[in-house]
T-cell receptor, first 110, second 114 residues
């Protein structure tokens, strides 16, 4: 009964470091999404995928890359982290219905 | 350019009373609207949705009303319970089918006092 699982839950990076956030879903959903949430802001779409092997840009894609090599996984990469990327990142998945969200990854860039 | 607006950052109500959360949108292409509920340190959870072909949708204590001419929707919770205390996000999309990109409001923090 896992749903959408995000790894890691917390991470602190130094400016310029790289990292990958992992999202895994066990509901066989076709569509997956990455959002970021900043204080006082709603969720903003970074990238999304409509199926295995596909990705597309959302509202705020700059500084991020994504990959969907397997249907159940959607990876979000930061090549060179910047303080402006300090945020809470949420992954979601859907298939003919509302999006289901993971519990988020809290990322701090120093 | 905020396309989905929740102008009340917070709302406080007494247990048992009605909670009314409001949401306005500017994009006339939006045709599918959702409300999500979020507790601290958790992800948003889907609550209720409404298509633009309807003006009301009800699910237990939760009812969403849509006024397309005013580009306004509201979520009514009756009766409110302390467990309803959370941040509520309004979201909208164009084409509410299987693949849709959501535009979120900034959220309203609802506090239900015992």
């Amino acid at each position: 009964n896992a749903g959408v699982t995000q790894t890691p839950k917390f991470r602190v990076l130094k400016t310029g470091q790289s990292m990958t956030l992992l999202c895994a879903q066990d509901m066989n959903h076709e569509y997956m999404y990455w959002y970021r949430q900043d204080p006082g802001m709603g969720l903003r779409l970074i990238h999304y995928s409509v199926g295995e092997g596909t990705t597309a840009k959302g509202e705020v894609p700059d500084g991020y890359n994504v990959s969907r090599l397997k249907k159940q996984n959607f990876l979000l990469g930061l090549e060179s982290a910047a303080p402006s990327q300090t945020s809470v990142y949420f992954c979601a998945s859907s298939h003919f219905g509302p999006q289901h969200f993971g519990d988020g990854t809290r990322l701090s860039i120093l | 350019d905020q396309q989905v607006k929740q102008n009340s950052p917070s709302l406080s109500v007494q247990e048992g009373r009605i909670s009314i959360l409001n949401c306005d949108y500017t994009n006339s292409m939006f045709d599918y609207f959702l409300w999500y509920k979020k507790y601290p340190a958790e992800g948003p959870t889907f609550l209720i949705s409404i298509s633009s072909i309807k003006d009301k949708n009800e699910d237990g204590r939760f009812t969403v009303f849509l006024n397309k001419s005013a580009k306004h929707l509201s979520l009514h919770i009756v009766p409110s319970q302390p467990g309803d205390s959370a941040v509520y996000f309004c979201a909208a999309s164009v084409g509410g089918g299987s693949n849709y990109k959501l535009t979120f409001g900034k959220g309203t923090l609802l506090t239900v006092n015992p």
